[in-house]
């Protein structure tokens, strides 16, 4: 006499299979070896229904969020082909906006998702000793000023530039919206 055991597992590919196999009546049922499954860990065979049926467990990822420093700043679990839905509001850094995080897609590892910036643009305003606007340049956060050539003003001598009234003696970046005076 002979029993016949069936067992349903998973295939590489992930598509479940059925397998039929004979034993002797009195032998003790040898399960088959499943193949491993990307995304899944084998935990189990449990009877059902006159059925062996695998049982998996899907695996789980951790995504760690890092800000422009790569200090982690949130971190969340994941479970295998998922999509983030959780991401944390974008860290803020001084003269810059934040864009997005640099991750789209299904997690399929362990990953670190960092956070993409743009600096910040501002305009620089040029203006004679009288206060009439000669030109205005923009320059992104941390530009280096690069200084118009001083305009002749019948009855003035041109002495050099000043921010704020505070006159420029060395190399100057831009840091914010300004306005420098000839």
Known sequence: KVKVVAFEYMDTTGQWVREVKEFGID??????????VEGYTFKEFVLETDVYKAKYEKKKYL???LDINNDVIKTIEVEHG????????????DGHTFIK???EGKVTSSIQVKSIYEKNKYKVTFVNSLGEELEVKEYLYGDKLIL???KEI???????????GKTIEEEVNVFENMKVTL
Do not use: C, K, Q, R
Not at 27 to 36: H, K, R, S
Not at 82 to 93: Q, S, V
């Open 27 to 36: 032998a003790e049922i040898e399960f088959p070896t499943v193949p491993l």
């Open 63 to 65: 995504v760690e969020f």
């Open 101 to 103: 995080w640099d991750f």
């Open 82 to 93: 998922d999509e983030i839905t959780d991401f944390p509001d974008g860290p803020t850094l």
């Open 148 to 150: 118009i050539d001083g």
């Open 154 to 164: 019948d009855g003035y001598e041109f002495i050099g530039y000043s921010i704020n």
